[in-house]
């Protein structure tokens, strides 16, 4: 399911036009974008939690040159599903 298509399934469950589904959308995607920006996290119980993870600095090799690079410290959004996910996707 793509971004359009997640548009207008919500917009027919929730009964609001595609238009105000888009919005919604875009201002939860906005949302958790910021808390994760801002060094929080977003905790949707029984759905999951988005994280950010630090990843630490790493030595890495070019494969065509064979010459090491260093890779830096940065941080990665995560996402983590919960327990009734989990069990929805394997049919508990």
């Known amino acids: 399911m793509n971004k359009n298509e997640l548009i207008a399934a919500v917009a027919e469950e929730s009964g609001l036009t595609k238009a105000q589904a888009s919005d919604a959308l875009e201002a939860m995607l906005n949302l958790i974008t910021g808390s994760l920006k801002g060094g929080g996290e977003v905790r949707l119980l029984g759905f999951g939690n988005f ?13 065509q040159t064979g010459a090491t690079i260093q890779v830096p410290a940065s941080k990665s959004p995560k996402f983590k599903p919960g327990k009734a996910l989990k069990d929805a996707v394997n049919n508990r």
């Open 51 to 63: 994280v950010v993870a630090d990843r630490k600095a790493t030595t890495a090799r070019n494969p």
